[in-house]
Each structure stands twice: as structure tokens, then as C-alpha cells.
């Protein structure tokens, strides 16, 4: 999972409340972040960060007018590029 040649790149764990990027790419060898793609976490397609619970985790993005909470482990295997 490398991001293009000279294009900066994070994990989606790195970003901070009211933070966004594009999604560069998605570890699909995880079920569970398979099942993230089926809703709506796809390359190119923008996420904002809008909370994380008190101790970090799990964090509430937003992704095509839907928000939802993952778990800092799978929003690791998310490669943004800040937007």
C-alpha cells in the first residue's frame, strides 16, 4: 500500500477532528474494511474526521453524507492524502 510518486500520504488515524483527505487507497485483505468500500470508502473519495472518543478511539468520520465510527486498527490500513 504506497501512495504515487511525490504525493504526501497518512493513515486515516493520523488525521485530527476537522481534518479531511482523499482516500488513496484501502488494505482489502481486511473483511472488514472490504466491507468499508461496499459503503463508500473508496479511492478518491473524500473523508473528514469529525470526533474521536476520549481515549482515541474510535474515531467518527464522514464519507458521502453518512457518518459512522471505525476503529483506530482498520483506519491505519486507510492511505489518505490530505486534502
Not at 63 to 68: E, T
Request: with cysteine; hydrophobic share 40%.
Amino acid at each position: 500500500m504506497l501512495a504515487p510518486a511525490g504525493v504526501p500520504s497518512m493513515n486515516l488515524a493520523e488525521l485530527k477532528p476537522g481534518q479531511s483527505g482523499i482516500i488513496q487507497s484501502i488494505d482489502d485483505s481486511d473483511p472488514f474494511l472490504s466491507r468499508l468500500a461496499e459503503l463508500g470508502f473508496v479511492p478518491g473519495e473524500s473523508v473528514s474526521v469529525l470526533r474521536r472518543a476520549p481515549l482515541g478511539d474510535p474515531l467518527e468520520v464522514r464519507v458521502m453524507d453518512s457518518s459512522m465510527c471505525i476503529r483506530a486498527e482498520q483506519a491505519r490500513r486507510i492511505l489518505m492524502q490530505e486534502s
